[in-house]
């Protein structure tokens, strides 16, 4: 049954107010705010495994997982045993552990396209380094991006499409210079025929091609396999370097992420530079970018391209990455997980078709995206022909029923080793009693 909250006593209401008097917007990352979907933001008061509680005591199934990284569920025990070792510890040294090497060690085995790797505390952070690195070890300043695809809040990343096809982008964000993103080429996501022109006339001078394999910010949109595969083989051909933004697919669509999965199809395929973040720090800032000793040799302090941070392989955070790699280390975890989606999203799919409501659905691993389609769209101008007002509709009917998804149309949905078969008929009787609202 739907919640009902009286507006007087909704503490989440009052959270909210308070917030907004002295954080803009009430919160620290925008798409918290609900300024998609409408209404109030659930303020948080607690965790445990698939579900929390917001400010109201009430519970929620929850499918955003912090984004990403609480693929374990909220409050893992072995997890939270080794952040409460590692605090004891002590939190910050800014001198070097034999954590972060046991860090590093444990994501290189299981991306072998990595041979090193750099811990820093945030994706944007990371995707920013990649970017600056891939300029450093090439020598050339364009770079490649898609629509769609998000690589975290860099100035240069900042970009839209501009007018025209292989044209140089326009920011997204007032205070980033045109100047800063001139060098940044904005391409159409799956669309081959703008991959090739472009390559022809910019190819020379490009530093790197970023992508995200399985776009997560557009909602859910996998490359095509001969797109991924051109985008290689042009890559190599014209000396530019393939970063694969894996912040969100990293260890979260399968244990050798996204590359991985793509290797199956494509043999022997590898990025040069992988970017990492969300699942490796289990919760706690922690992000990564690692590629080929070649490559990697160009960082500071044997390297002339600068990165640094006073945080960077911060000890608590670490040791909270470390347990949660050894948890997902462990054999069948991804079987188990893949699993409870397809379950999921077959779910939905069902109760959906039972209300004659389009739909379609996808996953990968542990995460899943649906659309109000008949058929998965395969670049962000699609995705966001979505009906804004039916999606709201779903989104706050599953709302209401204690199911959280993602608050936009826009963003990917999580599934947690936690969830259990009744969470997922739960979460799929809610819906089909949502979809007859559509
Ligand atoms: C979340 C995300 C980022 C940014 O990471 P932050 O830790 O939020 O800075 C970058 N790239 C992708 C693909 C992401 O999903």
């Not at 699993?339 to 691993?365: H, I, N, R, Y």
Request: charged residues 20%; glycine residues 12%.
């Amino acid at each position: 049954m739907p919640h009902a909250i009286n507006p007087q006593s909704d503490r989440n209401q009052q959270l909210f107010e308070r917030a907004a008097r002295v954080i803009p917007g009430g919160v620290n990352s925008p798409v918290r705010a609900f300024k998609a979907v409408g209404g109030t933001p659930r303020f948080v008061a607690r965790a445990q495994g698939a579900y929390f509680w917001d400010a109201n005591g009430q519970r929620y199934i929850d499918y955003i997982g912090s984004w990403g990284p609480m693929i374990l569920g909220h409050g893992h025990p072995a997890v939270v045993e080794a952040v409460q070792k590692a605090i004891l510890e002590g939190f910050s040294f800014g001198a070097p552990t034999e954590r972060e090497v046991e860090l590093a060690e444990a994501i290189l085995e299981r991306v072998p396209s990595m041979d090193m790797v750099r811990l820093v505390s945030s994706g944007t952070e990371a995707g920013m380094s990649a970017i600056r690195l891939a300029r450093g070890a090439t020598g050339r300043s364009k770079i490649i991006k898609f629509e769609g695809c998000y690589h975290g809040h860099a100035d240069a990343l900042l970009v839209k499409a501009g007018s025209g096809l292989a044209t140089f982008g326009n920011p997204t964000s007032s205070g980033v210079p045109p100047e800063v993103v001139q060098h940044t080429l904005v391409l159409e996501y799956n669309n081959l025929q703008q991959l090739e022109e472009a390559f022809v006339l910019h190819g020379k001078e490009l530093a790197c091609l970023i992508i995200e394999p399985i776009a997560g910010n557009m909602n859910f949109v996998r490359a095509s396999v001969p797109f991924m595969r051109r985008c290689r083989e042009l890559c190599t051909q014209y000396g530019a370097l393939f970063i694969f933004d894996e912040v969100m697919t990293g260890f979260r669509v399968a244990l050798g992420s996204a590359q991985a999965v793509y290797a199956r199809d494509i043999p022997g395929f590898e990025p040069d530079i992988t970017v990492m973040g969300k699942v490796i720090g289990g919760g706690m800032p922690l992000a990564a970018f690692g590629g080929k000793r070649a490559v990697m040799e160009h960082l500071a302090p044997i390297g002339t391209v600068y990165q640094a941070g006073t945080l960077s392989g911060n000890p608590v955070a670490t040791a909270c990455g470390l347990a949660t790699l050894k948890e997902i280390g462990k054999p069948g975890f991804y079987e188990a997980l893949s699993q409870k989606t397809q379950t999921l999203v077959q779910g939905l799919q069902g109760a959906a078709d039972a209300a004659g409501v389009p739909f379609c659905g996808d996953s990968e691993g542990g995460m899943f995206g649906f659309f109000l389609f008949p058929e998965l769209p395969q670049n962000y101008a699609k995705v966001m022909t979505t009906d804004n007002k039916r999606f709201n509709t779903l989104f706050h009917g599953m709302l209401d029923r204690g199911v959280y998804f993602a608050p936009a149309l826009y963003e990917a949905g999580f599934m947690s080793a936690a969830h259990t078969d009744a969470d997922i008929a739960e979460t799929v009787a809610a819906a089909a009693d949502v979809f007859k609202l559509l």
